[in-house]
């Protein structure tokens, strides 16, 4: 069956108009790839934002209007499409990057990485939630470490040259807006974790003080879970606590993703978990918030913190 694509450049996003529908990504977030060079006749486009979209253009049987309108071969197509993303050898631009709006980066920086295995979690071992802790109820955070993040975060590619990655994370601060270069925290001590006089501390986590009003935050927590109990369930969550501008806390509670549900012969088992967590940028209380990684379950369970991926969406 064949389809007609729309190709709209919007300067800082693209608009592709397909089958009555119209959908509209950031241009760094857009991904070209040809499957088969020899045929030449299959553009794939995929937009890596927080939804996920993939368009399968067919050059010969599908309409092209807008940009790239004439081309004859997927290779044509792949290089008028790149002439407005700002590509320079399959690399983003400083310019590019510089106009973004919106922005990515990426950190393994959690606390409790073994330095005896090169700060990668071995298996059966991790962060515990407890007995105690299931008993009380509480979302589990999980700290941030400024000497993890150095050794785990550094960038494995050459080209672009990377920036420093110190106190930043993988991407270095460099795909985020221009004014945002930092969004994850290594270093603020929360002394009273809970604010209930139990003196919990947790260290860093999400760093939003950079941030404006009317951001929208996606992040992606990936951890390992191993129930030590069939039947258990865990909700993974961001432990929220608003602050003025006085760094008094004003309101303290979970932003929560789906709970997971781990039933028979999951026990002694690892798994491997990525979950989504949104939060939106309302008031200076937002931007001055502490913000932790979390898990509360309702029996004893080991975690290991791998990863965050923060997206920034304006």
Known sequence: MAFTYEFIDHSDSLEIKYNNQSYTAGKKLIELSIPNLTNDNVLKIRSNSATPTEFEVKIGTDTILGVGASVTTATELKDALRAIFFLE???????????????????????????????????????????????????????????????????????????????????????????????????????????????????????????????????????????????????????????????????????????????????GKTYLNRVSLTIYIASQEDINSLSHFAIKSDNIVIIQPLSALFTLIR
């Not at 030590?228 to 993974?236: F, K, L, R, S, W």
Request: net charge negative; proline share 5%.
């Open 89 to 267: 050898d399959g690399n983003v631009s400083e310019a590019a990057l510089a106009e973004a709006s919106s922005g990515i980066e990426f950190t393994g920086g959690f606390a409790g990485k073994p330095l005896s295995n090169n700060y990668a979690w071995q298996n059966g071992v991790g962060i515990s939630i407890t007995t105690q802790d299931v008993s009380d109820g509480i979302y589990k955070t999980f700290s941030m470490d400024s000497t993890v993040q150095v050794a785990v975060d550094s960038p494995y590619w050459s080209d672009p040259t990377p920036a420093d990655h110190t106190g930043k994370g993988v991407f270095c601060g460099s795909y985020l807006p221009e004014g945002v270069t930092n969004v994850f925290d290594y270093s603020t001590v929360d002394s009273d974790t809970y604010e209930d006089g139990s003196n919990v501390v947790t260290t860093g986590g999400l760093d939003f003080s950079q941030l404006q009003v009317g951001d929208k935050v996606d992040v992606r927590f990936d951890f390992n879970a191993i129930p030590q109990i069939a039947n258990t369930t865990i909700e993974p969550a961001i432990w929220y606590k608003n602050r003025d501008a006085n760094d008094n806390v004003t309101f303290t509670f979970p932003l929560t993703a789906q709970p997971i549900f781990y039933g028979t012969g999951t026990v």
